[in-house]
């Protein structure tokens, strides 16, 4: 059986991992040896979020990355001055 394209997985999964707690975003990556794979980054991984993540997701490994809170550039700082 041939697997979904990565691309089609993301999609399909795409609420239910912005869902877990701590998710900042997901993206498609490689592995060393050039395999997909998905990328789950959340801001802070510990023991009691470690388990919320799945080890892979329809036959694509899942690696998660702790990336702390991801603000866009193009959100203003609220501590800043104009």
């Known amino acids: 059986m041939?697997?979904?394209?990565?691309?089609?997985?993301?999609?399909?999964?795409q609420e239910m991992l912005l869902s877990i707690p701590g998710v900042q975003g997901f993206y498609q990556g490689k592995s060393e040896n050039g395999e997909d794979r998905i990328v789950i980054m959340v801001d802070t991984l510990s023991n009691k979020n470690r388990d919320k993540f799945p080890d892979s997701l329809e036959g694509y490994p899942v690696i998660v990355e702790e990336t702390g809170k991801i603000i866009p550039l193009?959100?203003?700082?609220?501590?800043?001055?104009?």
């Open 74 to 82: 193009n959100q203003k700082d609220s501590r800043s001055s104009p």
């Open 2 to 13: 041939q697997k979904k394209p990565i691309e089609q997985v993301l999609k399909d999964n």
